[in-house]
């Protein structure tokens, strides 16, 4: 006799469910903002940006999902609060998020400012920390099920081969501990918390630490990875609709590392860096 198996497809439906994505104006929060539309959910994207993306407008007609854009500034408690209760007020009803609002530095540890250090904190630890909190608050009032699924970053496990990210390296690292300490503490109310650590990924990010760096230096983000590709957008969007949906209903506390392997070692990768 073989135990009752579920259909697989079914699991990775997010139809009718609202998240919230912070850093969703562009890059890999438009990217998952995009992917969480065409998997049938609504979207409420906070961003410190005026506008997103053009493509943004698309979305609702292309995939029938609700979506709205909300300019937040997630360093401010003001902007972050009230752009929490705008999202509510536009989907009603809250089932996770995704908060991607990020920022980074290259630059040697004994040069990294106090201010550059306090913005990356501000924004990658602290804006994380208060909007799952707020997500975190509704979904428990509800008394639903949740998943919140963060950016931490190959940055959380080592220092990049070539690149000297100090202040960052500290940030994600902190958000990987985060998601564990709130996959422990929210497990009760059934809302789940994972995080996915991309390596190089291209994107407005890493194309602006490449325009600082020699050529030999911005080529480590492909020779680095054993898989030698800088990684797009599209390879980090299947893994965030996964721990968003039911696919990973038994998955908490977990990160999914999507690094073309580099998370493993490398042999090819030009590891030098110049001062
Ligand atoms: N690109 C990579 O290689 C890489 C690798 C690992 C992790 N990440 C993480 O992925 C996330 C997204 O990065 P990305 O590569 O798409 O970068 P990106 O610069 O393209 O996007 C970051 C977004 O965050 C927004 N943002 C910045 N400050 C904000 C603030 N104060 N309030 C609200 N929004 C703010 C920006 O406007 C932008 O839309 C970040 O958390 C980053 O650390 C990126």
């Not at 890999?28 to 998997?39: D, K, V």
């Not at 009803?93 to 306090?118: H, R």
């Not at 994972?194 to 490449?210: A, C, E, K, L, Q």
């Amino acid at each position: 006799m073989t135990d009752k198996l579920e259909d697989v497809r079914p699991m990775f439906e997010l139809r009718g469910r609202n998240y919230i994505v912070t850093g969703g104006a562009q890059g890999i929060g438009f990217a998952a903002t995009r992917a969480i539309c065409e998997m049938g959910g609504n979207v409420a994207v906070l961003d410190i940006q005026s506008k997103p993306v053009e493509d943004f407008a698309t979305l609702s007609s292309k995939y029938g999902s609700k979506t709205v854009y909300i300019q937040t500034d997630v360093t401010k408690q003001d902007s972050l609060n009230s752009s929490f209760d705008k999202a509510l007020e536009a989907l009603g009803t809250i089932d996770g998020c995704v908060p991607a609002a990020g920022i980074a530095i290259d630059k040697p540890f004994v040069d990294q400012t106090w201010e550059e250090f306090t913005r990356i904190q501000e924004i990658n630890v602290r804006g994380t920390f208060f909007i799952v909190q707020l997500v975190a608050k509704q979904m428990i009032k509800q008394g639903s099920k949740g998943s919140i699924v963060m950016i931490a970053s190959q940055s959380s496990h080592i220092g990049l081969p070539g690149y000297r990210m100090a202040a960052y390296n500290a940030s994600k690292g902190g958000i990987l501990m985060l998601s564990k300490a709130l996959a422990v503490e929210l497990a009760k109310h059934n809302i789940r918390v994972n995080t996915i650590s991309p390596g190089f990924v291209d994107s407005d990010m890493t194309r602006n630490v490449r325009a600082s760096k020699s050529k030999r230096e911005g080529d480590q983000m492909w020779l680095a990875p054993p898989l030698q590709q800088l990684s797009t957008q599209n390879d980090l969007t299947a893994a965030i609709v996964y721990l968003l949906s039911d696919g990973s209903r038994h998955t908490t506390a977990a990160d999914i590392q999507i690094t073309g392997g580099l998370h493993a070692g490398t042999i090819d990768g030009v590891i030098s860096h110049e001062d």
